[in-house]
């Protein structure tokens, strides 16, 4: 893929999908129907979905259906639909495992200072999107950009994902956006940021009536790209249903961000 095509696009570009891959017939669904939104608005779009869950609050929470499985899904829909694809990695092996199906391997906010992590899904020449960790503030990603360009590939994006504030909830400091975008290409994860942590049950809650206004500000900020996971029927998502967005209200929010990006132009 041409990474200059969605960093450098007039509008902004969209990593967007499920959380996890959970069957093997929604995916290319949901897929589908962000395509055919994007197209409609002239938005670059990256499909995204974890072929593992690998950090699960509880034991028996799911996971996935089978790592080899759920990345040949990944491959078949990028391939189907000619998207560029985009999954997670958490070990240092998944890297390679991983890099022969997608075409961007991203780092998990919680693993941003894992080095031997940084290093491996540099080594594959894939373009590697890293999340910023909770605890961490902007200008210290420069360290895991730093860590993967030694690599030889400066094919990086940085993700702005929330930082902690307290115990069960993130807030975004929208001041950290710039100093993102002095490093690398910069995007703004709208649902993992509306998290709220730690509860008590176990699971994970979310504000996803706030991805509006926290997408509002990121493109009014300048960011380059914008994640959003999304399901058609959020309060079945077999992960992280808490602070998706309903698949049937992006295409009024890419309008709204269109209307922003073109207004501060």
């Known amino acids: ?79 189907q639909l000619n998207l560029p694809t985009l999954t997670d990695i958490h070990e240092s092996e998944d890297a390679q495992i991983a890099a022969k199906y997608v075409d961007i391997l991203q780092i998990p906010a919680f ?24 605890f961490l503030d902007a200008g210290s990603m420069q360290f895991a950009y730093d860590k993967v360009k030694s690599t030889g590939n400066d094919k990086i994006l940085l993700t702005e994902r929330g930082t902690s504030f307290g115990y069960n909830d ?40 706030l991805i509006e206004t926290l997408a509002k500000a990121g493109i009014a900020a300048g960011i380059d790209g914008i994640f959003i996971e999304t399901h058609p029927q959020p309060h079945q998502a077999k992960s992280d249903g808490a602070n998706m967005l309903k698949l049937d209200e992006l295409e009024t929010l890419l309008s709204q961000l269109i209307k922003i990006r073109h207004a501060i132009a």
Do not use: W
């Not at 969605?6 to 069957?23: M, Q, R, S, W």
């Not at 993130?170 to 703004?188: E, F, M, N, Q, R």
């Open 1 to 79: 893929m041409n990474l200059n095509h969605y960093t450098k696009h007039k509008n902004f570009f969209l990593i967007a999908g499920p959380c996890v891959i959970e069957d093997e017939q929604s995916p290319i669904l949901i897929a589908k129907e962000i395509k055919n939104i994007c197209e409609k608005l002239d938005v670059p779009y990256i499909f995204k979905a974890s072929y593992k869950k690998a950090n699960r609050t509880k034991l028996d929470s799911f996971t996935g259906i089978g790592d080899i499985k759920a990345l040949k899904l990944i491959k078949e829909i990028g391939h």
């Open 111 to 134: 693993l941003c200072r894992q080095t031997d992590l940084l290093l491996a899904a540099g080594k594959t020449g894939k373009i590697v999107n890293i999340k910023k960790a909770q």
């Open 170 to 209: 993130l807030v975004v400091d929208i001041t950290g956006l710039p100093i993102l975008k002095s490093i690398a290409p910069t995007i703004l994860d709208c649902t993992h940021a509306l998290q709220k942590p730690n509860q008590q049950n176990g699971i994970t809650g979310g504000k996803p009536q």
